[in-house]
């Protein structure tokens, strides 16, 4: 079976930093990846993803303060958080984009805490 385990999540105060990480069980160096975002009361929303040759896509919340990269040897993508805000706060979630968004590969999401 086909595992995205996510790491990195946690509490941090508002300024600070976090980096996630999505280690794949399978090679996806073909495909899409990226990170998506749900907070309470709020619909799921995309953070950040990457193609398999680097090109990358932000929404614009993220304002510059975020990272994704990839390392296709160690089938793992990362977010690399900056000047995190309260608003940050939520459950984040990696996804292997599929040709069929209903055969999309999705991690069970992690949770990031932003305090004042």
């Known amino acids: 079976q086909v595992q995205l385990m996510e790491s990195g999540g946690g509490l941090v105060q508002a300024g600070g930093s976090l980096r996630l990480a999505c280690a794949a069980s399978s090679d996806f160096s073909a495909n899409v990846m990226g990170w998506y975002r749900q907070a309470p009361g709020k619909q799921r929303e995309l953070v950040a993803e990457?193609?398999?040759?680097?090109?990358?896509n932000y929404a614009d919340f993220v304002e510059g303060r975020f990272t994704i990269s990839r390392d296709n040897a160690r089938n793992t993508v990362y977010l690399q958080m900056n000047s995190l805000k309260l608003e940050d706060t939520a459950v984040y979630y990696c996804r292997v984009k599929r040709a069929v968004y209903a055969m999309d590969y999705w991690g069970k999401g992690i949770l990031v805490t932003v305090s004042s």
């Open positions: 990457i193609t398999s040759g680097g090109i990358t």
